[in-house]
């Protein structure tokens, strides 16, 4: 990539010593990258999940680094307008670090970062806040799948149950959860007892930089006053 500005001096706001070290690093740490890899990805995330993007991060580690956290931190080190851009036109991609998101810089072949990035997807449970995505509902019944010690906890997570001969059973109907509402705290510990998935960690991807060209996977804010090149 072209000489950049990395080693120009960078002022963080102010904080404890050794926060302002950590987002030093993070800052110096960014700015190797953009000279060590031939381009660099703006993603967005839902659902993350820390130990299935672990996994994602070391399956491509020989040939890329991601960075995530401080959206600001980010964008200090790639510089946040034309006027303090470390490279021409990188600018650009500060303006798309929005919410949640991170940087993927990589040597790979553009068709292959699509590739992986748009098959991308794991399924775990959902936690409490998640909006659920279809209705559960128990009938009344005997609930074989769970064992007798678990008929008090199922009681606390609101469960209408009781022990018929050692056996757990509901004595009447009980919805778990509605779709498009909220989980509670007991939805989400109940989903996770039946075993049901309603979560997807996914990865979209907002734009692409190299050096001599800029592409928008997306349409960019308004006010971020982006375009492809």
Same mark, same amino acid.
């Given at each position: 990539m072209p000489k950049s500005k990395r080693d120009r001096p960078v002022t963080l706001s102010k904080t404890k010593?050794? !926060?302002?070290?950590?987002?030093?690093?993070?800052? $110096?740490?960014?700015? =190797?990258?953009?000279?060590?890899y031939s381009s660099i990805y703006v993603f967005s995330f839902e659902n993350m999940r820390n130990l299935k993007f672990k996994e994602f991060r070391e399956q491509l580690k020989s040939t890329s680094r991601f960075f995530l956290g401080s959206n600001k931190v980010m964008q200090v080190a790639l510089g946040r307008s034309a006027a303090?851009?470390?490279?021409?036109?990188?600018? +650009?991609?500060? +303006? *798309? *670090?929005? !919410?949640?998101?991170?940087?993927? &810089?990589? $040597? /790979?072949?553009?068709?292959?970062?699509?590739?992986l990035f748009n098959e991308y997807e794991e399924y775990d449970f959902a936690r409490t806040g998640s909006t659920a995505t279809e209705k559960v509902e128990l009938k009344e019944g005997p609930l074989d799948q769970f064992t007798h010690e /678990?008929?008090?906890?199922?009681? +606390? =997570?609101?469960?209408?149950?009781? *022990? $018929?001969? !050692?056996?757990?059973?509901?004595?009447?109907? &009980?919805v778990a959860c509605e779709e498009g509402k909220p989980l509670s705290p007991e939805s989400a510990r109940i989903l996770r007892l039946l075993g049901i998935k309603m979560a997807t960690f996914r990865l979209h991807l907002i734009c692409r930089w190299s050096p001599s060209? &800029?592409? *928008?996977y997306v349409q960019a804010p308004e006010d971020s006053?982006?375009?492809?090149s």
């Open positions: 010593k050794k !926060g302002r070290e950590h987002k030093e690093a993070v800052v $110096n740490a960014i700015r =190797q990258a953009v000279e060590d303090d851009e470390i490279i021409p036109g990188i600018y +650009k991609v500060s +303006k *798309l *670090l929005r !919410g949640d998101a991170g940087l993927c &810089f990589t $040597n /790979m072949a553009r068709e292959e970062v699509e590739r /678990m008929e008090p906890f199922l009681r +606390k =997570q609101g469960m209408p149950v009781r *022990l $018929n001969k !050692g056996v757990v059973e509901l004595v009447s109907d &009980f060209d &800029f592409e *928008l006053d982006v375009e492809s």
